[in-house]
């Protein structure tokens, strides 16, 4: 069992940076794939980046690809968004997940077993 709990988020300008970071709790850190969803308003919960177990691995949506950064920390249990270039369009909650079963990430939100309870990103135009 796993318990993920993120922090990070806030209201920035359009074009700024910001990091979220995902705190989770248990020995088995290390063997789930991670990965980062977020959800606007009046809209679905969407993939956003995932990496592999050790982090070698690293998949994103198009929509965010170049400009936001995953990564992981397997000694300190905690896995990282960079996001740069930051768009109105990137508000949501986002959301940190833990897929226990395989060893890369895919971008089916039912693959992954545990959810934070998700931080706020606000971006101003």
């Known amino acids: 069992q796993l318990e993920l709990v993120e922090s990070g988020g806030g209201l920035v300008q359009a074009g700024t940076s910001l990091r979220l970071s995902c705190a989770v709790s248990g020995r088995t850190f290390s063997s789930h794939v991670m990965a980062w969803f977020r959800q606007a308003p009046g809209k679905e919960r969407e993939f956003v980046a995932g990496a592999s177990r050790s982090g070698g691995d690293t998949i994103y949506a198009d929509s965010v690809r170049g400009r936001f950064t995953i990564s992981r920390d397997n000694a300190q249990n905690t896995v990282y968004l960079q996001m740069n270039s930051l768009k109105p369009e990137d508000t949501a909650v986002y959301y940190c997940?833990?897929?226990?079963?395989?060893?890369?990430?895919?971008?089916?939100?039912?693959?992954?077993?545990?959810w934070g309870q998700g931080t706020q990103v606000t971006v101003s135009s």
């Open positions: 997940a833990a897929d226990r079963s395989r060893a890369i990430p895919i971008k089916l939100l039912n693959a992954y077993d545990y």
